[in-house]
């Protein structure tokens, strides 16, 4: 099973760690509010996947459930980010 290009664009951020805010600004260009607004969904729907397939880790460490609660706080995706982003070893071959 492949990645899209949502979904590896979340890796290849996630390669070295990043927060979900750096993740929106690099995303949009860093893009108006408004831009990084509209993207959290996109966004936010392939961290969910790709950690449900455990190719992506957030930390602090959350449960599945735990975590689709989370990111659909703001406050997770604003700067500055209490979430980072990292890839797992199972992540590193669709890098």
Known sequence: MGVNVVEYFVLH?????????EM????????TAEQRTDAVPLLRQAVLRLAS?????VTPGHSPADLADTLAEP???ASPSPLTLSVTEAGV???
């Open 75 to 77: 406050g997770s995706w």
């Open 53 to 57: 397939r455990g190719l992506v880790e």
């Open 24 to 31: 929106i600004a690099s995303w949009t260009g860093n893009g």
């Open 13 to 21: 951020e996630a390669d070295g760690d990043a927060t979900l805010a």
């Open 93 to 95: 071959p669709y890098l």
